[in-house]
């Protein structure tokens, strides 16, 4: 079954504390690896899609690469207003379904 | 920028009564979904649409749950008789190709 899991759970930085989160999945034939952000009481915001191996994209603080096994979102110097919930979600086969990672709870202290 | 937006932002209602969700997709967009996310858990998929017919839906999509693009703009979520599980937020989302935008979502609460 296809699986998608989120490091950690939670997450406390200090401002400026740089550091990395994982999302690891088995899955057969990824078509797309997506990271969204969710603020409470919020839809998902998009983020980055991610199609292969090696593939790295990058937006403000934030850096999103992926291997075959996993990806990471790396946040370089954050800020109080990065802290939200950080969700995974792999695309597979022929399906354009998506399977969500439970996410990454981060709180960014000033 | 274009966005999903949904209808209503909250709703509250009665066990075994029928809810209808309402989402305006992007208006470029040629796939729909239908997602929710039961407090404290994870999104989980509910329903694709294309070409003005589901092409795919989960476990979770038993008879009770049915979508429909009555018109050009709207998609729309029905819950035929609602159980006190199923209360949720419950989001829509829209893409062009893989990626996928999602609306602010809608807050049911069955009581």
């Known amino acids: 079954e296809d699986q998608v899991t989120q490091s950690p759970e939670a997450l406390r930085l200090q401002e400026g504390e740089s550091s990395s989160l994982n999302c690891s999945y088995t899955?057969?034939?990824?078509?797309?690896l997506f990271w969204y952000r969710q603020d409470p009481g919020k839809g998902p915001e998009f983020l980055f899609t991610?199609?292969?191996a090696g593939e790295e994209k990058e937006k403000e603080r934030l850096k999103a690469t992926l291997t075959k096994k996993e990806s990471f979102l790396h946040i370089t110097a954050p800020k109080p207003e990065d802290s939200a919930t950080y969700l995974c979600a792999v695309q597979a086969g022929n399906n354009n379904d998506m399977r969500f990672g439970a996410g990454t709870r981060l709180t960014v202290k000033p | 920028e274009p966005e999903v937006t949904q209808t209503p932002s909250h709703q509250v209602t009665q066990m075994g009564q029928e809810v209808i969700l309402r989402c305006v997709p992007i208006s470029n967009h040629l796939y729909f979904y239908w997602y929710r996310q039961i407090l404290g858990q994870k999104v989980e998929f509910l329903v694709s649409f294309y070409n003005n017919e589901i092409s795919e839906k989960s476990e979770i999509f038993d008879d009770q749950f049915s979508v429909e693009r009555p018109d050009g703009s709207n998609f729309t979520l029905k819950i035929r008789s609602t159980k006190l599980e199923d209360s949720a937020m419950y989001f829509c989302?829209?893409?062009?190709?893989?990626?996928?935008?999602f609306g602010p979502g809608t807050r049911l609460l069955v009581l």
């Open positions: 991610l199609y292969s």
């Open positions: 989302a829209s893409s062009e190709l893989r990626t996928q935008y």
């Open positions: 899955v057969s034939g990824l078509r797309g």
